[in-house]
T-cell receptor
Framework: DADVTQTPRNRITKTGKRIMLECSQT?????MYWYRQDPGLGLRLIYY???????NKGEISDGYSVSRQAQAKFSLSLESAIPNQTALYFC?????????????????FGPGTRLLVL | AQSVTQLDSHVSVSEGTPVLLRCNYS??????LFWYVQHPNKGLQLLLK??????LVKGINGFEAEFKKSETSFHLTKPSAHMSDAAEYFC?????????????FGTGTRLKVLA
């Protein structure tokens, strides 16, 4: 979805390096998410943010941190990258006001960032 | 707790034959259910969603899914496969069991379409 962009699209880094993945959205949604995808495991939630002042850990937050710089921007950092963090990372957004609970809060995904940690 | 099981990790069909991708869910609340498709080197695209309205849901590209509460299933079907349907498909459940809507993903089904 072109309304959700991620940079970089591909990144190779070395063990121990700090890196940041960025997500921007023009959908005007308050809620943003970071997932990682590993083969055979589906997508797993790392962190989510319901507004600029609200940050929450997901199921696999260890080794990651996030920053919500504005409604439209949500960054994911790996403080000290390790090979186990090699994965495909997705950002997503949702809007709780659209249809409320009946909508199940449909999430809209960015194109992903492929990260390789050597 | 909510969970999703995609019963097949790989499915192969011939072009022009029906597609069936199976998904079972567990939810203590009234769930919303989604199917997403991921083409190679692409992001996730929403195919269709069930949100307590009609149990038979029609999506894009000729796909549809039927919510069956008694069987806790939300299988994805298409009458006739096309080569462009080759992709990975994810079933997702979302409900309020954690106090807010959060997605739980299945592990994915990779669909191969044979010429």
């Amino acid at each position: 979805d072109a309304d959700v962009t991620q940079t970089p699209r591909n990144r190779i880094t070395k063990t121990g390096k700090r890196i940041m993945l960025e997500c921007s959205q023009t959908k005007g949604h308050d809620r943003m998410y970071w997932y990682r995808q590993d083969p055979g495991l589906g997508l797993r939630l790392i962190y989510y943010s319901f507004d600029v002042k609200d940050i929450n850990k997901g199921e696999i937050s260890d080794g990651y941190s996030v920053s919500r710089q504005a409604q439209a921007k949500f960054s994911l950092s790996l403080e000290s990258a390790i090979p186990n963090q090699t994965a495909l990372y997705f950002c997503a957004t949702s809007d709780p006001t659209r249809g409320g609970g009946a909508d199940g809060e449909t999430q809209y995904f960015g194109p992903g960032t492929r990260l390789l940690v050597l | 707790a909510q969970s999703v099981t995609q019963l097949d990790s790989h499915v192969s069909v011939s072009e022009g034959t029906p597609v069936l991708l199976r998904c079972n869910y567990s939810s203590s609340y009234s769930p919303s259910l989604f199917w997403y498709v991921q083409h190679p080197n692409k992001g996730l695209q929403l195919l269709l969603k069930y949100t307590s309205a009609a149990t038979l849901v029609k999506g894009i590209n000729g796909f549809e899914a039927e919510f069956k509460k008694s069987e806790t299933s939300f299988h994805l079907t298409k009458p006739s496969a096309h080569m462009s349907d080759a992709a990975e498909y994810f079933c997702v459940v979302s409900d309020l069991s954690s106090g807010t809507y959060k997605y739980i993903f299945g592990t994915g089904t990779r669909l191969k379409v044979l010429a």
